[in-house]
């Protein structure tokens, strides 16, 4: 394997490295010029694994023995040292490995809808932070695929890759357009769209019957906002997570974890 020596920040081999801690120009970096980075060795390997083409590895000089066994193909090895890799990263890459690699096209949300029992429906979920969790939950807890609408943030960004544990790499998702009127062909394709709210009037998720069970769309909006009306109005039945001590309602990552173990507990654990 061979490795290419990065001695100054500002090299143009790594480019696609610059400024990672800058949300606002990744967001107009990444995307457009189809690509996303990966930090960690584990997330690396997982992004690898689910077939997303390398397009170069950043390491620091004193951990490329970590990745002797990689078959690399024409995907360059570059090494720095921590100053370097600081510098031209903008934060302290205590991983010491990270990956950019190529995207792949989205499926169309019907192929996803079409091979699902379970999804998950995002609607206006922008921190990256979350929806990491969320899709590292949707992967645990027996839910299929998940939909986003096109507010949503970017599942590939850096934080929700590294969040998710390489989980967004395993999750099947799609974007959902138009919104919310697409959310009729959630429903179309044998889906009872569940819409995670804290109104009081809301029907316990326990108390859901077998057939609103069997087929589930959770639909869940963002942090502190929740649901738009809108989409609130599209959904079949309006769902509570019961609360206690006078708290009104979860984290959206954590309310999504609680609500697929509740609708996957009956489920065959193998």
């Known amino acids: 394997m061979p490795v290419e020596l990065i001695t100054e920040p500002d090299d143009e081999r790594i480019a696609d490295y610059r400024a990672l801690t800058d949300v606002e120009l990744r967001t107009r970096w990444e995307p457009p010029h189809g690509l996303f980075i990966a930090e960690g060795e584990l997330v690396l390997r997982r992004a690898l694994r689910a077939g997303y083409p390398a397009r170069s590895y950043l ?27 600081r510098e031209a990263t903008g934060f302290h890459v205590h991983r010491g490995v990270l990956a950019s690699f190529r995207r792949t096209p989205l499926p169309p ?8 029992r379970r999804v998950v429906i995002l609607e206006d979920v ?19 695929a998940v939909l986003l609408s096109p507010s949503c943030a970017d ?6 890759v590294r969040v998710s544990m390489g989980e967004v790499f395993a999750v ?30 809301a029907v316990p998720i326990q108390r859901l019957t077998p057939a609103q069970r069997s087929r589930a769309a959770l639909l869940l909006g963002a942090e ?5 009306a809108t989409a609130m109005a599209a959904s079949d039945v309006r769902v509570v997570i019961p609360m206690r001590r006078g ?17 996957s507990r009956d489920d065959d654990p193998a």
């Open 59 to 85: 390491v620091d000089a004193k951990r490329v023995d970590q990745l002797a066994d990689l078959d690399t193909g024409d995907a360059p090895v570059y090494a720095a040292t921590p100053e370097v890799l």
């Open 109 to 116: 949300a019907a192929q996803v809808l079409a091979t699902a």
């Open 126 to 144: 922008n921190n990256h932070t979350n929806l990491g969790a969320i899709f590292r939950a949707v992967a645990a807890l027996g839910v299929d």
């Open 155 to 160: 599942p590939l960004y850096r934080r929700s």
């Open 172 to 201: 099947p998702y799609a974007k959902l357009e138009p919104w919310p009127t697409a959310l009729t062909d959630v429903r179309d394709a044998g889906f009872t769209v569940l819409a995670m709210t804290p109104a009081p009037d």
């Open 224 to 228: 502190g906002a929740g649901l738009t």
């Open 247 to 263: 708290v009104d309602s979860l984290n959206v990552a954590a309310a999504t974890a609680v609500a697929c173990w509740e609708l």
